[in-house]
């Protein structure tokens, strides 16, 4: 099978492209660099989003069976600073992705990836949050994911005789090896690990408010269930990709504690407090576990793995 990953240099990307190319499928993905180390069956070619002739390229080369998109800026806390970038890259482009799929590759089947950011805050009484739950996103990115999705949906088949078999996700949030120190799980593991690489017993984190609760899921958990829902999922439909499960950034500390034998103190540091900050975020999978019956991998695994990439990264650093 030939797969065409829209954003597969980045840390959800790398790790789907790794698995399809060890399943035996021709890989190719795109970025305005490459930074991967790509196998044999992996093929960078390189686009941006904002420019359609370079997507066009793309498709004509890949000739994919299946487009995944997950390209786009990523960052809730930059985009309050970045608004005009995030809407131009995340709605417009993907407005020129699924052009170019429409012209070049109507037949393949599609999955466009958003972001739990969609739903905003969500009452603890509404919990876990569904499909269905009313969109109220704060952040631009969360914004500008509602209106790539709501157009990715509108161009599948259900609403069109000649639309695209499209599925859509809400992802909420993975971790794993890869990931960068902007994110919690990353931020933490780093620190941890160069300390330990360093020979130190204690460590002093400064951190926020480590009493709220999150959805996190094993990044590869993640590929799996974005490779099974373009597979089976039902098109024109959204699907959360969840764990169903909240756990205190508290619980993230201690397990990371726990993996690198460090002795960590927490230090709270009030400047890095949010505004309006959720206590819970807690998805329900139950769509996606009709579609996406694996079980699913540990989350201290995952941590495990993410530690060790970043101590042997340090390592090679000092080489």
């Known amino acids: 099978m030939r797969i065409l990953i829209f954003g597969g240099t980045g840390f959800c990307g790398s790790h789907l492209a790794q698995l399809c190319a060890e399943q035996g499928n021709q890989v190719f993905v795109t970025g305005r660099k490459d930074r991967l180390r790509l196998l044999d069956s992996i093929s ?97 990115y969360g914004v500008s994911r509602v209106a790539s999705t709501l157009m990715s949906l509108r161009e599948s088949n259900c609403h069109h005789a000649d639309g695209l078999q499209l599925v859509a996700t809400r992802t909420f949030n993975l971790t794993g090896p890869g990931q960068s120190d902007s994110y919690v799980c990353s931020d933490f593991a780093k620190q941890m690990a160069g300390a330990s690489l360093e020979g130190k017993r204690e460590l002093v984190l400064r951190v926020g408010n480590v009493s709220v609760k999150r959805d996190f899921s094993s990044v590869i958990d993640g590929m799996r269930a974005y490779q099974s829902l373009i597979e089976k999922g039902q098109s024109g439909c959204v699907y959360n990709v969840c764990s169903g499960e909240s756990v205190a950034i508290s619980e993230i500390i201690q397990m990371l504690a726990d993996i690198s034998g460090l002795k960590v103190h927490i230090e709270i540091d009030n400047k890095r407090f949010r505004n309006l900050e959720v206590k819970e975020v807690r998805g329900d999978p139950t769509a996606l576990l009709k579609v996406c019956s694996q079980k699913t991998g540990s989350l201290k695994s995952s941590l495990t793995k993410l530690f060790q990439s970043w101590r042997d990264l340090f390592g090679q650093n000092k080489c």
């Open 44 to 140: 960078f070619l390189k686009v941006d989003v904002n420019d359609p002739k370079t997507i066009e390229e793309a498709l004509i080369k890949a000739r994919p069976d299946h487009v995944y998109h997950l390209a786009g800026f990523a960052s809730v806390g930059k985009s309050f600073q970045n608004q005009e970038e995030v809407y131009r890259t995340n709605v417009l482009g993907t407005f020129h992705v699924l052009s170019g799929i429409k012209k070049y590759s109507p037949k393949a089947r599609v999955l466009v990836v958003g972001s739990a950011e969609e739903y905003g805050p969500v009452p603890s009484d509404d919990l876990p949050i569904k499909e269905s739950t009313l969109l109220r996103p704060l952040s631009p």
